[in-house]
């Protein structure tokens, strides 16, 4: 519209020159007005959030972030305005990835990196996310028009390729090593990576580029009948990656692009079991990185791993004895603001409770926490933890016979 | 905008009125033209999507349904459109309602019905659905808003009011009984209620209204510090009603109203043990009606259900046993468009297995199926099913000691 109301403004410019009456002259002026204050109308469209410099815990109804910030006066963030120091890369903008990236953007982390190729279709309105007005828009464009709109704190960073071309791996590559943001970061660019993809090759690229560059990512994926999915944290060198667990379900003799159509996920995807949601089951496991790894990366990370270990243990000997004196600075509820807070100044007896099991005053609990029958429970199930691989074979070779 | 456009047409033609030169006129008209295409232009607003008369299950991108439908395909619903003669209300359009809301309209659900008293406000950005340009909207007008635009084939009703005071409460239970969307439905006018609300008062409102009109519903918590959560399904004479139960915690000479605060949920919340977040802590129990319940409509519930007994168990074994002799035309994957399909037209060996279990052709499984292993784990696993409150309490009195 601006563009019209541009012209508009020509024509009447012209109109005024060729009018020999002053009183017409001043006629066409009002009318120029009119259209000058619809610019600036159609420029400031809706109207927008503006920046916060820093976050504030203030409880006021206009305050983004007083509910996030409350996180930090509960004793569940310790400081939860390092958000903001925080880049997370988001492969896949598709129903995982798009969620993920508009929680995160909520959050105020501080900045995204997105990456995909696709564009919005109408048939992608079966999941959260994505309007109908956005379609033949990219992913990565919708994204941003939607993100920015919510939170123009963040910082974003778009790039619509594919990861998986020798082009696009290199791109890939070289954003996540780009340390603009926090110069003085160690290791990469980026705190996290999420791999939100629908197919095998562009896992395997996401596991190539951490595994180079020792980066720490979590796996997802969705059934093709939707109804199963999992989740996965991918440490290079501590647990195992991509590679070295074959999955659950492998193509035999089929092209992995021949079994993938429009709307459904290629069935290669689970590496770990998954929740099952018409079961209502979702079992967790670690899994120890496999010796035999395909990949060279990979075993490098290892090798480092182990390596690094003493130093490592000791590290954390220390930190856990320096925690233990420093318990009393961490008070829960310190103030009183909330009403609910139940922590004696004067002791230290109940600071053995996390804040989810402390109850405000006046309150009474009547069923066990979480914590004693988590206790009862995990010693019984199994399938939990498992030491590496060979146990896990071992378990499956017995539910299997 | 079309107020400005509307006043410039006539300022034009005012103009045009005093103007004695033709061709004066004539760039008048030019102008005219111009000003009434912005004004369609303005009208049409951002490309929205049309109403969809049938469902397809075409696999086209401008098929908004197809992914929905590709369900029925794989087996795992058997009518999809059905979902088209459902009536869902959702009391609180907050954090939890407004991503039901969202879920249900993106899924096609008939008609949505929507209960909120409160604002918009910036401090609500930390959760999903609401955007920073709908502040001071109300939570009722701003959720038509985006929902109409996402699915304008869902019918949206829309209740600014609060359903605990005597006028609210008396409007709720009407607007559940009004049955003009599906006439010769039985029981209510809607299929489920949804209670997302965060406080107690207004979920016994709730719990009275559908213990009185026999409706099914489903109750949800968040805790204050928003690492644990809970759900219920609450169906009045089969299930313990929410006042059946005592709160797990309850307020003991606090009034609720000063002990909640902006942006915190009242502590009196779960009548279930929840969600823990932080532990990855999710217990199941089923909990039957307390003979003792204060509330008397939840009595006469209990009491019709023991009188139906007999006629429902006979009902459900006759339908058991038709649906045995039905079997062979459930065939999964009958067509093969998907290219994954795994039955053999001829016989009914694979019938036994469900779709997720089924493997598509040239795929090998490497670890047991989800069956196997829940069948180990639930027959060790505590806390899972209880046959009534008496055995509750009576493990927890176990626990306790």
Redesign the interface.
């Known amino acids: ?1 601006e563009v ?2 541009k ?2 403004l020509h ?2 410019e ?2 005024k020159e ?2 020999p009456d002053p ?2 002259r001043a ?2 002026d ?2 120029r007005l ?2 000058e ?2 610019t600036s ?2 420029k400031s469209g ?4 503006l920046k916060v410099k820093d976050m504030s815990a203030e ?10 910030m ?2 930090q006066r ?3 963030v310790e400081n939860y305005e390092r958000i903001r120091e925080f880049s997370v890369a988001i492969v896949g903008i598709g129903g995982v990835g798009s ?1 993920a990236a ?2 995160l953007t ?2 105020g982390i501080g900045r995204l990196l997105l990456y995909d190729y696709d564009k919005v ?3 992608n ?4 996310f994505f ?3 956005q ?1 033949n828009m990219t992913k990565t464009d919708a994204a941003v028009q939607t993100l920015s ?3 123009p704190d963040v910082v974003l960073e778009s790039y619509t390729m594919n990861i998986t071309t020798v082009q696009g791996f290199e791109t890939f590559v070289s954003s996540l090593k780009n340390k603009s943001f926090r110069p003085n970061k160690e290791g990469s660019g980026v705190d996290l990576v999420l791999s939100c993809v629908d197919n095998y090759e562009a896992r395997m690229a996401v596991n190539q580029a951490c595994n180079e560059m020792n980066q720490t990512w979590m796996e997802s994926g969705v ?6 999915g999992h989740i996965q944290l991918l440490i290079p060198g501590e647990t195992a990656c991509f590679a070295c667990a ?9 092209d992995e692009r ?2 993938k ?4 996920c290629a ?2 995807l689970p590496t770990t ?1 998954g929740y ?1 949601s ?7 496991m670690e899994m120890k990185p496999n010796p035999q790894c395909s990949n060279v990366a990979c075993l490098e990370r290892q090798q480092e791993y182990i390596v690094a270990k003493p130093a490592r243990d000791a590290a954390l000997k220390a930190k856990m004895e320096a925690e233990v004196l420093l318990v009393p600075e961490f008070a829960l509820h310190a103030d009183n603001e ?3 807070s139940v922590v004696d100044d004067s002791g230290l007896d109940s600071m053995d409770a ?3 099991d402390t ?2 005053e ?7 926490s ?5 206790e ?2 995990t010693s ?4 939990t933890s498992n030491d590496d691989l060979e146990d896990l074979r071992r378990q ?1 070779e017995a ?2 016979s």
């Open positions: 519209m019209e109301l012209e508009m024509d009447l012209s109109l060729s009018l009183s017409h006629s066409i009002k009318l009119r259209v204050q619809l109308l159609e809706p109207a927008r959030r409880v006021v109804d206009s305050n983004p972030y007083s509910r996030l409350a996180l509960m004793g569940i969620v508009e929680m909520r959050c279709e109408l048939a309105m079966n999941r959260l309007r109908p007005e379609v709109d919510i939170n059934s093709e009948d939707a109804v199963s074959p999955p659950l379900v492998v193509a035999s003799g089929i021949t079994l159509r429009e709307g459904v069935a290669s079991m099952n018409l079961k209502d089951y979702f079992p967790t909330w009403s609910i996390t804040s989810s109850l405000p006046g309150l009474v609990r009547e069923l066990p979480a914590d004693k029958s988590q009862l429970q019984e199930a199994p399938l499956l539910l299997n």
